[in-house]
């Protein structure tokens, strides 16, 4: 995390080093949050979670490059938080995004649907996995971490990452939909 | 098996696509400042660990004086008086009407009589019917802050005079008129000696408790038991899903406005359809909800005082009943008094037995010893 991972960057103005914080990690971070949990709202006040914990105990943030690590360990913590405080809303995941996904990207009307079904597609089959997978599974496709980094990340060894990633992707593949939409891109 | 390329790429492709909320990095911008000046700069965990500690000690110690304060006033509120228990309320036949959501306490000990039938009001717990807590204006929920939903119905049974059956019909259904609200159903007999009615009267919650007062006082209470149901959560668990539902429709209308296909403009309107029929059975749930919070509905029976008159038995009629008497009390007789005969029959069985084992074995001896 730049910002935060040395002593001239803690030596900033406060709000100018959050603000920094912000603009630079909270896209992937309320990204992971919201594959991970499935809800806009629920991974919205996460990732807030997240922030006001590592902003409040940002001296304990390691330096380099396990700080990436950690962010995504604190928003990891808060997401199994929200998931075990509250039930999440069902209707509200997949629909929004996808309409949403749709207003913003600026193919046509074909490819606009075609992408946005595929990417509701890959949310939903994310979302079928169970949590002890779904979090590694983000975290490496998606947050792009290593498996070492996501043992750190989610307080296991990197054996079990290992082993949780490949089952993750076996179930993946099982998945008819799934396999039908990366075979066809693949062609 | 997938490869990793393939699922970054998917993955990536299906995170991106993610909107961002609005307000989403100024909210969290707030939240952590804000949380900054109340949170120490540098996390100490063994301080942390020593404020939970203390933490979790100061709760268990409140909780326990909670608790314990709590159960006393409870012990000491629901402690019924000594004449309401097994009282006339035991006799009160319309108990069951209070049974389901919320329960029947407070069982007033109004021990009048009418006839040989007992009168017993049966508020339910947390209505008045006579106070003025009954139809005012609804208090705000503690967890929301929105206005609580109570509906309230009620039911009253009065015993009036066989003359006043036709009259006090009327006046109820003037008491209705006059509170603003109708009368839902009505069911009379004017058989001479079975003369009933039962009417339902609807009326705005407002004046649930006035129309009781003003029904009350047309013949004499037999029964009176008064219910609220709260449906807060009810309504707003409707509301909730009526508004998700509605954001779905308006997506899904947009969603309509991108598609160029027609597959997908016909996809899309089966959807908006289905919607629209769950939003549809949830508006009416809704409206019910709202008719039932608005009006109350009271139930009044209008029952005669008189006993039903009985023609006089015939002499053949009186015989043979007294032959029934008869018979039934001689076998109750008998019944009664077999216990004791039972026993006495053993109790005679077993002195023969033990005195013919005694002649046998002591009897030559005596023989011979007297003769």
Same mark, same amino acid.
């Given at each position: ?187 | ?7 970054? #790429? ?31 700069? $540098? ?19 409140? @909780? ?12 000491? $509120? ?28 407070? @069982? ?58 036709? $009259? ?32 339902? @009267? ?26 609220? #149901? ?38 899309? #309107? ?14 009416? #749930? ?59 029959? @053993? ?17 030559? !001896?005596? !023989? !011979?010893?007297?003769?």
């Amino acid at each position: 995390m730049r910002g935060a991972d040395g002593a001239g960057a803690r030596g900033e103005a406060p709000t100018a080093l959050l603000e920094g914080w912000l603009a630079e990690w909270y896209a992937p971070a309320y990204r992971t949050a919201r594959l991970i949990l499935g809800d806009g709202a629920e991974a919205e006040d996460a990732v807030q979670d997240a922030f006001l914990r590592l902003w409040r105990f940002r001296d304990a943030i390691p330096e380099g490059e396990a700080a990436r690590a950690w962010l995504y360990r604190v928003v990891v913590n808060a997401c199994y938080s929200r998931a075990r405080s509250e039930r999440r809303h069902e209707m509200s995941s997949g629909d929004e995004s996808l309409l949403d996904g749709l207003a913003e990207q600026g193919a046509g009307p074909d490819e606009k649907v075609a992408g946005a079904l595929s990417g509701t597609a890959v949310r939903a089959a994310i979302a079928a996995l169970p949590e002890a997978l779904r979090v590694p599974v983000v975290l490496r496709y998606y947050a792009d971490l290593s498996e070492r980094e996501i043992a750190l990340a989610i307080h296991r060894r990197a054996g079990t990452v290992k082993s949780r990633l490949h089952e993750a992707r076996r179930r993946l593949g099982a998945d008819p939909t799934i396999s039908r939409l990366l075979g066809a891109e693949e062609a | 098996m997938l490869t990793d390329d393939q699922l970054r #790429e998917a993955f990536q492709a299906a995170g991106d696509e993610l909107a961002l909320p609005v307000e989403g990095r100024a909210a969290a911008l707030a939240a952590a400042s804000g949380g900054e000046r109340a949170a120490p700069a $540098r996390y100490d965990a063994r301080a942390a660990h020593r404020r939970h500690l203390t933490g979790l000690s100061v709760a268990a110690v409140a @909780l326990l004086v909670v608790g314990a304060v709590t159960g006393i006033v409870l012990g000491t $509120r629901s402690t019924p008086p000594p004449s309401a228990v097994g009282g006339p309320t035991a006799l009160h036949p319309a108990s069951g009407v209070a049974s389901s959501g919320v329960a029947s306490n407070g @069982l007033s000990a109004g021990g009048a009589a009418v006839g040989s039938a007992p009168v017993a009001k049966v508020p339910a717990a947390g209505i008045n019917p006579g106070g003025p807590n009954l139809g005012a204006p609804t208090p705000a929920s503690k967890a929301s802050g929105v206005p609580a939903k109570i509906a309230s119905t009620g039911s009253l049974t009065l015993a009036i005079g066989r003359s006043a059956l036709n $009259r006090d019909v009327a006046a109820l259904r003037s008491l209705a008129m006059g509170a603003g609200g109708y009368i839902s159903s009505t069911d009379v007999s004017e058989a001479a000696s079975t003369g009933r009615a039962s009417l339902t @009267l609807s009326v705005p919650a407002t004046a649930f408790s006035s129309t009781i007062s003003g029904a009350e006082h047309l013949g004499t209470v037999r029964t009176l038991v008064t219910r609220a #149901e709260d449906v807060t959560g009810q309504y707003s668990g409707t509301a909730a899903r009526l508004q998700a539902l509605e954001a779905v429709r308006s997506q899904l209308e947009r969603l309509l406005s991108h598609a160029a296909k027609v597959s997908d403009l016909l996809d899309v #309107e089966a959807q908006i359809e289905q919607v629209q029929t769950q939003i549809d059975e949830l508006q009416g #749930e809704q409206r019910s909800l709202d008719q039932e919070v608005t009006y109350a509905t009271l139930t009044v029976d209008l029952q005669l005082r008189t006993p039903p008159h009985h023609a006089k038995p015939s002499a053949l009629s009186r015989a043979w009943s007294d032959a029934i008497s008869g018979f039934t009390g001689g076998l109750k007789w008998l019944l009664s008094i077999s216990g004791a005969l039972l026993f006495s029959l @053993l109790l005679a069985t077993a002195l023969g037995l033990l005195g013919r084992f005694g002649w046998r074995r002591y009897g030559p !001896r005596l !023989r !011979r010893h007297f003769l």
